[in-house]
């Protein structure tokens, strides 16, 4: 019914001629028409002709001399000026970018010979009020970029970085699945998982091909009210276009094994990287019809080292040997791979008077067989052994149309249509029983095997009027999203065995000694799958916005807009009113209740949005700008699954809990209970217990009658949820010290609350433990004690950003630069990037305390480029990246509060410790009160050129990435655990573990237990061909 009247709301506000601006892939070019005494000129007549296609617009400036071409594709024109009684103005090369508009002053003289005015391309913006980054065609051909994935460009845009866990795009210390991608104005986000369309594949392969991107944009807060779903910045995305003359390029480049230095832990870089295409497009007819397309194809082998750090050096008894042989068994070198190809086509056709219909397709396709990965970089050194891996697969289809359509020369229409489909199967190289804990993984990954899928459709329509010095523009936005998923945790079983040190850990897995039995310890948990895995739902989302853009003065613009949202949000499938009657209505301790059976929409949308820039000079050489305004985030499809199929039957993806603290049996015991002997398997034949057994294994565990839903874990979401909501506010300046040389600072504020986290409802509520002060939960006394956690996803978590950038630019003949440095501040109580399971605060019933700084929060940032042209046909590029360490929790290693969560904090990730260590009785240390190491990076290359006549050169360029081979290592894995503090037992102070913030190992190699950000020294060596 939603779409159905989403459909009629826009074919209404298509007839009804509402006034509306639009410039969601294009440019636009703004003017002042004067004569020589500096007096405006009115009713001037202006063309405007594109010089690659011939498109051409005529219009006509205002009363105030005053005209303004919209909805300009992002390229090249001349423009002509002609007024009765004065000579004819051109000016030629006029370049449009995307997003932003070209001020032009045209000064007429008198007379009748025709003046001709070369124009080059304006540093300094003096319209745009808030702070925004054109990456242009010559910067993507040109800089160094290590996997030619356009989107890693945007990181040299201040105040942009790489989110740890996910490895999607972070504007101003927002959560990187709260951003917004758009390619040629339409959404290119993944609507499951949240961030870039191929989800984290999108990190390491190409999913559009670099050489048919043009340009983009990436504008970091306060962009206009024609966007939205972001609660930080956006990236605007556009792709090129045939013209009237053929042009094309191919490429062949390869990053050998060879040409690579060793890592830091003395392992040597293995990956061997090609990368081959290129692009070609030209007219079908000259003026009118355009075609281009381009293809790009990846290939990457790496064998990958698995290595147990905790195990170097230690030395193994008859308690411990059976395990630590298990373990050392599994230790080598697996192949992986990471194969892709990205296709883009797409035809352009103009209609006379300057209307244009654009088409286009996109293709991409990924497999990477070993190297599974939830966001980072397969590691090239791994504690995950073989029978974890799988494949990871990714297909995406796209279309795109757009028409942009002249009314008159001062109305415009541009209407959008996308559909996008997404394929996402995952395998598993295992069907054992999952086998975790702080020494390594054996067995299926917990949420292998899976297959996942997802579409949007999305209808866009937006109409323009310029009427005098106003511009006004409003518009509609509908999509529909539709996903699938056959997924579900812990489909052959999953135990963590994560009690205490090494030692401890590889007496329980082993048979004999002080635990004779295996796995017979309180502190393992075993999970089991009682779901069917599968699920199927839909959201809807749509917008409305108005806004005008006010040219007060000649030196004074303000844009004032509103933009209204709503998602229709997936509702749950509750029919299994067994459960339900336990949960609904039950007030829980923690003072909130849940219904299973509803969650709520997001209809409260309303983000008035101001912005302003100001020139105090005529000679437009320094700009004042300012934006303030309210910003909402889309949510992930991902956070409303659980709730969708927890509670129906069969359920969908639900697990049910064995063992545990709290439990009356342990895993061992409890598994006997149910037929089933652990004693007689060895490690690495460990069982698949059926559903019925595992139901009779958590019955007996929790000591209650065995039936379907002992022991289950159960998700859903909060029935106050909300969409993020950030309140952005940013002021700034830049003045042109020179024409060729700009400088400014920009101040910008983000205030971010209802951001999603995970929180247990089925606790009991705590009791201090007076030995140490810690608050200790008893399992045994939870609410619904026939159930294990209640995970509910909350809104309730908020975050703040606080930041200046001084930034500086500079174009000359045969040198370019730029750079920035940002000081900055960043503090939240939760960084989840949308976990599926798994809590990171240390108690539930006191979240106050988990404000501290973001795991985002880098103190300090810088980066930049320069390009040099050099004689005899070289060029040198280079780009450099540097930040101060992130934070990181420290953990206390175990569970010692009893809440039945030991997650343990990831240094290259970012992810939370649940239990951290005590400074003094009562006292714990703060959330990410630790700081990791800085990063610091330079890429290189160099580019010669070969001319063959006008139009032909062959290139050869040799790139070295992490140039000065910096280490780059950050604690991770056991050297992040500092231990409980203060005893548990005596209150004493217990100094942190030996290994704590280790950063070398006695012998002085590095300690593999860490991790590297990013790579060592690498070169790559390219040959591409222009024509």
Same mark, same amino acid.
């Given at each position: 019914?939603?779409?159905?009247?989403?459909?009629?709301?826009?074919?209404?506000?298509?007839?009804?001629?509402v006034?509306?601006?639009?410039d969601a892939n294009k440019?636009?070019?703004?003017?002042?028409?004067?004569?020589?005494n500096q007096?405006v000129?009115?009713n001037?007549?202006?063309?405007?002709q594109?010089?690659?296609?011939?498109?051409?617009r005529e219009?006509?400036s205002?009363?105030?001399?005053?005209f303004?071409?919209i909805?300009?594709?992002?390229d090249t024109y001349?423009v002509t000026?002609?007024?009765p009684?004065?000579a004819?103005?051109?000016?030629?090369?006029v370049v449009v970018?995307?997003g932003?508009?070209?001020?032009?002053?045209v000064?007429?003289?008198?007379g009748?010979t025709?003046q001709?005015i070369e124009v080059?391309?304006?540093?300094?913006?003096?319209?745009?009020?808030?702070?925004s980054?054109?990456v242009?065609?010559?910067?993507?051909?040109?800089?160094p970029?290590?996997?030619?994935?356009?989107?890693?460009?945007?990181?040299l845009?201040?105040?942009?970085?790489v989110d740890?866990?996910?490895?999607?795009?972070?504007?101003?210390g927002q959560?990187?699945i709260?951003?917004?991608v758009?390619?040629d104005?339409?959404d290119?986000n993944?609507?499951?998982f949240?961030?870039?369309?191929?989800?984290?594949?999108?990190n390491?392969?190409?999913t559009?091909p670099?050489s048919s991107?043009q340009?983009f944009?990436?504008?970091v807060a306060?962009?206009t009210?024609?966007y939205?779903r972001s609660?930080?910045g956006?990236?605007n995305?556009?792709t090129?276009s045939?013209a009237?003359?053929v042009?094309g390029?191919?490429?062949?480049q390869?990053?050998h094994?060879e040409?690579?230095?060793?890592?830091?832990?003395k392992?040597?870089?293995l990956e061997?990287l090609?990368q081959?295409?290129?692009?070609?497009?030209?007219?079908?007819?000259?003026?009118?019809?355009?075609w281009?397309g381009a293809?790009?194809?990846q290939?990457?082998?790496t064998?990958?080292?698995i290595?147990?750090?905790p195990l170097i050096?230690f030395a193994?008894?008859a308690?411990?040997?059976e395990?630590?042989d298990f373990?050392?068994g599994l230790?080598?070198v697996?192949?992986s791979?990471?194969?892709?190809t990205a296709?883009?086509?797409?035809?352009?056709?103009?209609?006379?008077?300057?209307s244009?219909l654009?088409?286009?397709y996109n293709?991409?396709?990924?497999?990477?067989n070993n190297?599974i990965?939830?966001?980072?970089?397969?590691?090239?050194?791994?504690?995950?052994?073989f029978?974890?891996?799988?494949?990871e697969?990714d297909?995406?289809?796209t279309g795109?149309?757009?028409?942009t359509s002249?009314?008159t020369?001062a109305?415009?229409?541009d209407?959008?249509y996308?559909?996008?489909?997404?394929?996402?199967?995952?395998t598993s190289?295992?069907?054992?029983?999952?086998?975790t804990?702080?020494?390594g993984?054996y067995?299926a990954?917990n949420?292998?095997?899976?297959?996942?899928?997802?579409?949007?459709t999305?209808?866009?329509?937006?109409?323009?009027?310029?009427?005098?010095?106003?511009?006004?523009?409003a518009?509609?936005?509908y999509d529909?999203l539709t996903?699938?998923?056959?997924?579900?945790?812990n489909q052959f079983?999953s135990?963590s065995?994560?009690v205490?040190?090494?030692t401890q850990?590889?007496?329980d897995?082993s048979?004999?000694?002080?635990t004779a039995?295996?796995?017979d310890?309180?502190l393992?948990?075993y999970n089991?799958q009682?779901?069917?895995l599968?699920?199927?739902?839909?959201?809807?989302?749509?917008a409305f916005?108005?806004?005008d853009?006010?040219r007060v003065?000649r030196?004074?613009?303000?844009?004032?807009g509103?933009?209204?949202?709503?998602q229709?949000?997936?509702q749950p499938?509750?029919?299994?009113t067994a459960?339900?009657s336990t949960?609904?209505?039950l007030?829980f301790p923690n003072g909130?209740?849940?219904d299973?059976?509803?969650?709520?929409?997001a209809y409260?949308?309303?983000m008035?949005?101001?912005?302003?820039?100001?020139t105090?000079s005529d000679?437009?050489r320094?700009?004042?700008?300012g934006?303030a305004?309210?910003f909402?985030?889309?949510?992930?499809m991902i956070?409303?699954a659980?709730g969708?199929?927890?509670?129906?039957?069969?359920?969908?993806d639900l697990?049910?809990l064995?063992?545990?603290?709290?439990?009356?049996?342990?895993?061992?015991?409890?598994?006997?209970?149910?037929?089933?002997?652990?004693?007689?398997?060895p490690l690495?034949?460990l069982?698949?217990l059926?559903i019925?057994?595992?139901?009779?294994a958590a019955a007996?565990?929790?000591?209650t009658t065995?039936?379907?839903?002992?022991g289950?874990?159960?998700?859903?979401t909060a029935n106050?949820?909300l969409n993020p909501r950030?309140?952005?506010?940013?002021?700034g300046?830049e003045?042109?010290?020179t024409?060729d040389?700009?400088a400014?600072?920009q101040f910008n504020?983000?205030?971010?609350?209802h951001l999603?986290r995970?929180?247990d409802?089925?606790?009991?509520?705590?009791t201090?433990?007076?030995i140490?002060?810690?608050?200790?939960?008893?399992?045994a006394?939870r609410?619904?004690?026939?159930?294990g956690n209640i995970t509910?996803?909350?809104s309730?978590?908020?975050?703040?950003y606080?930041g200046?950038?001084f930034?500086?630019?500079?174009?000359?003949?045969?040198f370019q630069?730029?750079?920035?440095y940002t000081?900055?501040?960043?503090f939240?109580?939760?960084?989840?990037?949308?976990?599926a399971?798994g809590?990171?605060?240390?108690?539930?019933?006191?979240?106050?305390?988990?404000?501290?700084y973001s795991?985002l929060? %880098?103190?300090?940032?810088?980066s @930049?480029? =320069?390009l040099?042209n #050099? /004689?005899? &046909?070289? *060029?040198?590029?280079?780009?450099?990246?540097?930040?101060s360490g992130?934070?990181?929790?420290?953990? %206390?290693g175990s569970d010692l509060n @009893?809440? =039945?969560?030991?997650? #343990? /904090?990831g &240094?290259? *990730?970012?992810?939370?410790?649940?239990?951290?260590?005590?400074?003094?009785?009562?006292?714990?240390f703060?959330r990410?009160s630790?700081r990791?190491?800085?990063?610091?990076?330079v890429?290189?290359r160099?580019?010669?050129t070969f001319k063959f006549?006008?139009r032909?050169?062959?290139?050869?360029?040799t790139e070295?990435?992490?140039?000065?081979?910096?280490d780059?290592?950050?604690?991770?894995?056991?050297?992040l655990?500092y231990?409980?503090?203060?005893?548990?037992t005596?209150?004493a102070?217990v100094s942190?573990?030996?290994?704590f913030?280790?950063?070398?190992?006695?012998?002085g190699i590095f300690?593999?237990?860490?991790?590297?950000?990013?790579?060592?020294?690498q070169a790559?060596?390219?040959l591409?061909?222009?024509f």
């Amino acid at each position: 019914m939603l779409r159905t009247l989403a459909v009629f709301v826009l074919i209404l506000t298509m007839a009804a001629g509402v006034f509306a601006q639009s410039d969601a892939n294009k440019g636009q070019i703004a003017g002042t028409v004067l004569d020589p005494n500096q007096a405006v000129v009115p009713n001037a007549k202006v063309k405007v002709q594109n010089t690659g296609t011939g498109l051409v617009r005529e219009l006509s400036s205002g009363s105030d001399g005053v005209f303004r071409a919209i909805l300009l594709d992002a390229d090249t024109y001349d423009v002509t000026v002609d007024a009765p009684g004065f000579a004819t103005s051109v000016l030629k090369g006029v370049v449009v970018n995307v997003g932003t508009p070209v001020d032009l002053s045209v000064t007429l003289q008198v007379g009748s010979t025709t003046q001709t005015i070369e124009v080059s391309a304006p540093l300094l913006s003096t319209e745009m009020p808030s702070p925004s980054t054109v990456v242009n065609l010559g910067a993507i051909r040109d800089l160094p970029i290590n996997g030619r994935r356009f989107q890693d460009f945007a990181t040299l845009t201040p105040t942009v970085s790489v989110d740890p866990e996910r490895g999607q795009l972070s504007y101003v210390g927002q959560r990187g699945i709260n951003s917004n991608v758009m390619v040629d104005g339409a959404d290119y986000n993944n609507p499951f998982f949240g961030g870039i369309r191929g989800g984290e594949r999108s990190n390491f392969v190409p999913t559009v091909p670099q050489s048919s991107i043009q340009e983009f944009q990436a504008v970091v807060a306060g962009y206009t009210a024609e966007y939205g779903r972001s609660s930080g910045g956006l990236l605007n995305v556009i792709t090129k276009s045939g013209a009237n003359d053929v042009h094309g390029d191919a490429f062949y480049q390869i990053r050998h094994k060879e040409t690579g230095l060793e890592t830091p832990f003395k392992r040597q870089v293995l990956e061997t990287l090609q990368q081959f295409g290129g692009s070609v497009g030209g007219p079908v007819i000259h003026d009118k019809l355009f075609w281009f397309g381009a293809i790009e194809r990846q290939q990457s082998k790496t064998p990958r080292q698995i290595v147990f750090g905790p195990l170097i050096g230690f030395a193994a008894d008859a308690t411990t040997k059976e395990a630590f042989d298990f373990y050392n068994g599994l230790q080598g070198v697996i192949p992986s791979t990471n194969n892709a190809t990205a296709l883009t086509a797409r035809g352009d056709y103009q209609f006379r008077g300057g209307s244009r219909l654009t088409l286009r397709y996109n293709f991409g396709d990924a497999t990477a067989n070993n190297a599974i990965t939830t966001g980072g970089l397969p590691p090239a050194i791994s504690n995950r052994s073989f029978a974890t891996e799988g494949a990871e697969k990714d297909r995406t289809n796209t279309g795109v149309a757009q028409l942009t359509s002249v009314l008159t020369p001062a109305m415009t229409n541009d209407l959008r249509y996308s559909e996008s489909f997404e394929l996402r199967p995952r395998t598993s190289n295992s069907t054992l029983p999952s086998l975790t804990n702080s020494i390594g993984s054996y067995g299926a990954r917990n949420f292998l095997p899976t297959t996942q899928d997802d579409e949007r459709t999305q209808i866009a329509d937006t109409l323009s009027m310029v009427h005098g010095a106003h511009t006004f523009k409003a518009g509609v936005d509908y999509d529909y999203l539709t996903t699938g998923q056959f997924f579900g945790f812990n489909q052959f079983g999953s135990i963590s065995t994560n009690v205490g040190s090494v030692t401890q850990i590889l007496e329980d897995l082993s048979l004999g000694g002080p635990t004779a039995n295996r796995f017979d310890n309180p502190l393992v948990t075993y999970n089991r799958q009682i779901g069917n895995l599968l699920t199927q739902f839909n959201m809807h989302q749509i917008a409305f916005f108005g806004q005008d853009s006010w040219r007060v003065t000649r030196k004074l613009s303000i844009d004032l807009g509103l933009r209204w949202e709503g998602q229709k949000n997936p509702q749950p499938d509750a029919n299994n009113t067994a459960v339900i009657s336990t949960i609904k209505g039950l007030r829980f301790p923690n003072g909130d209740t849940f219904d299973p059976a509803t969650t709520p929409n997001a209809y409260n949308q309303v983000m008035p949005r101001f912005g302003f820039a100001f020139t105090p000079s005529d000679s437009k050489r320094t700009v004042i700008r300012g934006h303030a305004g309210i910003f909402y985030a889309a949510t992930p499809m991902i956070v409303f699954a659980p709730g969708t199929n927890n509670f129906r039957v069969p359920a969908g993806d639900l697990s049910i809990l064995v063992g545990g603290a709290s439990s009356k049996l342990t895993v061992y015991q409890a598994f006997k209970a149910a037929g089933v002997d652990l004693n007689t398997f060895p490690l690495d034949k460990l069982p698949v217990l059926t559903i019925d057994q595992a139901t009779q294994a958590a019955a007996a565990s929790s000591g209650t009658t065995p039936n379907p839903f002992s022991g289950a874990s159960f998700a859903g979401t909060a029935n106050d949820f909300l969409n993020p909501r950030s309140i952005q506010a940013g002021f700034g300046t830049e003045h042109s010290i020179t024409n060729d040389w700009v400088a400014g600072v920009q101040f910008n504020y983000v205030n971010t609350v209802h951001l999603e986290r995970n929180r247990d409802y089925n606790l009991p509520a705590p009791t201090i433990r007076a030995i140490d002060g810690r608050a200790i939960f008893n399992r045994a006394n939870r609410p619904l004690p026939q159930y294990g956690n209640i995970t509910i996803k909350e809104s309730s978590a908020r975050s703040m950003y606080r930041g200046v950038t001084f930034n500086t630019r500079y174009r000359g003949k045969r040198f370019q630069a730029g750079g920035a440095y940002t000081l900055s501040e960043t503090f939240s109580d939760d960084d989840n990037e949308r976990t599926a399971t798994g809590f990171t605060y240390q108690n539930s019933f006191n979240l106050k305390d988990e404000y501290s700084y973001s795991r985002l929060d %880098a103190r300090h940032s810088t980066s @930049g480029f =320069g390009l040099v042209n #050099l /004689p005899w &046909g070289m *060029t040198v590029s280079l780009t450099f990246r540097a930040r101060s360490g992130l934070p990181f929790d420290p953990s %206390a290693g175990s569970d010692l509060n @009893g809440d =039945g969560n030991s997650a #343990l /904090p990831g &240094g290259a *990730t970012g992810t939370g410790a649940s239990d951290r260590p005590y400074q003094s009785v009562g006292v714990p240390f703060g959330r990410n009160s630790f700081r990791n190491r800085m990063f610091k990076d330079v890429d290189l290359r160099f580019l010669k050129t070969f001319k063959f006549g006008e139009r032909t050169r062959l290139e050869f360029s040799t790139e070295m990435f992490n140039l000065f081979n910096w280490d780059n290592v950050v604690y991770d894995g056991n050297n992040l655990i500092y231990g409980p503090g203060i005893s548990p037992t005596t209150g004493a102070v217990v100094s942190p573990n030996a290994t704590f913030t280790q950063l070398k190992l006695p012998n002085g190699i590095f300690d593999p237990t860490n991790s590297q950000v990013g790579t060592p020294f690498q070169a790559q060596f390219g040959l591409r061909l222009f024509f």
